[in-house]
């Protein structure tokens, strides 16, 4: 009966998971047909999404492969990745404030936004109970 439980969260943190990259990648594709119509006119209005949505697919695809080939609990890997960008945050020496380059500090800090975003999905992740 246990094993039915775990499976049943673990479902859940999959379908989850699975459901953001859907999410994303349609907003990369939307963000994609606007540069397509007029490059010029759509990239400085789309630039920070379409980053932001690739950002945060590769991490979920990441995300979904980790979660099911690794032989952790499902609490055990949410919690490592959890801590892994509370971490990220944490460091006292960042990209965000060392970066000469505007662009790539402005990257710096969509990336920091989506760690933060991350963070909040871990948390609620983490307290899955089976419905």
């Not at 540069?35 to 979904?64: G, H, I, M, S």
């Not at 980790?66 to 949410?78: A, G, I, P």
């Not at 959890?82 to 790539?104: D, E, I, M, Q």
Request: net charge neutral; aromatic share 14%.
């Amino acid at each position: 009966m246990k094993k039915k439980t775990m499976f049943t969260e673990s479902q859940k943190i999959a379908n989850e998971i699975f459901g953001r990259i859907k999410n994303v990648t349609m907003r990369i594709e939307s963000d994609e047909q606007k540069l397509q119509q007029d490059f010029a006119l759509n990239f400085p209005w789309v630039c920070e999404d379409l980053w932001t949505a690739n950002f945060q697919r590769d991490t979920y695809k990441y995300w979904l492969h980790e979660f099911e080939t690794s032989n952790e609990t499902w609490q055990d890997f949410v919690q490592r990745e959890l801590n892994h960008w509370k971490t990220f945050c944490s460091r006292p020496s960042n990209v965000r404030t060392n970066s000469t380059g505007a662009l790539h500090r402005e990257v710096s800090t969509w990336k920091f936004q989506c760690a933060l975003e991350f963070i909040a999905i871990l948390e609620t992740l983490l307290n899955y109970k089976n419905a």
